[in-house]
Nanobody
Framework: QVRLVESGGGLVQAGGSLRLSCVAS????????MGWYRQAPGKQRELVTT??????????TYADPVKGRFTISRDIAKNAVSLQMNSLKPEDTAVYYC?????????WGQGTQVTVSS
């Protein structure tokens, strides 16, 4: 059973930065891609960003609201992906979930809360 464990959430003022980390319990090369989703209160879970891992030809993607502010990266040696979030806005407030997919299905972390105060 693959586990994804997120860390790094918290409370920050608008304009500030946070860095989220997601560590997998397995070698991340088994995944086609990994990424981050978020869910704000009363809203559906939405895609934030994805990064290809074991599947060639794909590109890193970002949702329009975070382009130019968020950056996803991977650390193969640590079996981890990170999300650097800069210039945070109150509308970025949400629970952020790490996601991974392979030929067997989808995997989710437990989520980490990010709160941006105005």
């Amino acid at each position: 059973q693959v586990r994804l464990v997120e860390s790094g959430g918290g409370l920050v003022q608008a304009g500030g930065s946070l860095r989220l980390s997601c560590v997998a319990s397995a070698n991340i090369f088994r995944f086609n891609a990994m990424g981050w989703y978020r869910q704000a209160p009363g809203k559906q879970r939405e895609l934030v960003t994805t990064i290809p891992i074991g599947r060639s030809g794909d590109s890193t993607t970002y949702a329009d609201p975070v382009k130019g502010r968020f950056t996803i990266s991977r650390d193969i040696a640590k079996n981890a992906v990170s999300l650097q979030m800069n210039s945070l806005k109150p509308e970025d407030t949400a629970v952020y979930y790490c996601h991974a997919e392979d030929s067997y299905g989808d995997y989710w972390g437990q989520g980490t809360q990010v709160t941006v105060s105005s």
